[in-house]
């Protein structure tokens, strides 16, 4: 049987940091959600990372990103992803807090090429600092 690579993250728990014990399970394999049978608790392998929370798939959102960062403009890539302008307003801000997580999960699931991967980065740090062209 294939067993979790991960702890449980409750520090009262008698497995607390315990890697391979058997006592994590899957709650949700589709949103990656785990359970501790030890302590009873579930969380999200996603907490604190740019994913968490989301409720659009991944790839739409980081379409939207990369189609905002090659200059397209937002109205369009909202309405050809069928998304609000809003959403892609919080993505961009969740993507400035977490650029480095962003930039690695564009060249994972989009497979975008280091000049695209540049181009984004220059997108966010103007975003970032706000400076005017």
Same mark, same amino acid.
């Given at each position: 049987?294939?067993?979790?690579?991960?702890?449980?993250?409750?520090?009262?728990?008698?497995?607390?940091?315990?890697?391979?014990?058997?006592?994590?399970?899957?709650?949700?394999?589709?949103?990656?959600?785990?359970?501790?049978?030890?302590?009873?608790?579930?969380?999200? $392998? *996603?907490?604190?990372?740019? %994913?968490?929370? #989301?409720?659009?798939?991944?790839? /739409?959102?980081?379409?939207? !990103?990369?189609?905002?960062?090659?200059?397209?403009?937002?109205?369009?890539?909202?309405?050809?992803?069928?998304?609000?302008?809003?959403?892609?307003?919080?993505?961009?801000?969740?993507?400035? $807090? *977490?650029?480095?997580?962003? %930039?690695?999960? #564009?060249?994972?699931?989009?497979? /975008?090429?280091?000049?695209? !991967?540049?181009?984004?980065?220059?997108?966010?740090?103007?975003?970032?600092?706000?400076?005017?062209?």
């Amino acid at each position: 049987m294939y067993k979790i690579r991960t702890s449980c993250r409750n520090n009262k728990c008698p497995y607390y940091r315990r890697t391979g014990a058997g006592n994590i399970i899957y709650k949700s394999k589709m949103n990656s959600i785990f359970f501790c049978k030890g302590c009873r608790r579930s969380w999200s $392998e *996603n907490v604190g990372s740019f %994913l968490y929370n #989301l409720k659009t798939p991944t790839k /739409v959102v980081l379409r939207c !990103l990369l189609s905002v960062s090659t200059g397209n403009p937002l109205r369009k890539t909202a309405r050809d992803e069928r998304v609000t302008t809003d959403s892609i307003f919080s993505w961009v801000s969740r993507a400035e $807090e *977490n650029l480095p997580e962003v %930039l690695d999960l #564009l060249e994972d699931e989009l497979r /975008v090429n280091q000049k695209q !991967l540049r181009q984004f980065y220059n997108f966010m740090k103007h975003t970032i600092t706000g400076q005017n062209n």
